[in-house]
């Protein structure tokens, strides 16, 4: 337990994910429904968060782009830069989401949620002792983002597509 403290006091990041995803869960379950969304239309609050989230998850993509194109010199910022949107996008997350869903968009959420606590769980918080342990969490954390790139066309599409009925 200690040792999770001094890895928290040393990345503020931890505490911030950590709380992002506990409301992202809450949010799922609906039990905070009504408490984070403000008193805007819901298209419009939906519209606002959603528009958030994808430009947040475009530029989570950029990290992967530097590393694949080894244009590293500022590649340090944008490793911090991707902790910090990854857990601000997880709070928007919980702001967006109005309940588990139907198939897609529960698919979605999950994906979603585990995908922010295998990022969180990286390896300045958990030392991999053996290299192969790192590029499992490594490839479950690119597989998790992977999926979830057509689980949020599909989204933007049907949530678009049922807006005007």
């Known amino acids: 337990m200690n040792a999770i403290i001094l890895k928290a006091k040393k990345q503020p990041y931890l505490i911030f994910g950590g709380f992002t995803v506990v409301l992202a869960l809450l949010a799922l379950f609906e039990l905070i429904q009504g408490v984070l969304s403000p008193a805007t239309p819901e298209f419009l609050w939906q519209w606002i968060t959603g528009s958030l989230l994808v430009i947040a998850l475009t530029y989570q ?10 244009r590293t010199q500022h590649a340090r910022f944008h490793y911090l830069a991707h902790r910090w949107v990854g857990v601000t996008a997880t709070g928007m997350f919980a702001l967006h989401a109005i309940s588990a869903g139907h198939m897609w968009t529960s698919a979605l959420a999950i994906v979603f949620v585990l995908t922010a606590i295998t990022g969180i769980l990286n390896r300045e918080i958990i030392p991999y002792p053996q290299r192969w342990m790192y590029l499992v969490w490594f490839w479950v954390h690119m597989t998790l983002s992977t999926v979830m790139i057509p689980l949020v066309l599909i989204h933007i599409w049907v949530a678009l597509l049922y807006q005007g009925t």
């Open 61 to 70: 993509w950029y990290l992967f782009y530097l590393r694949q194109t080894q």
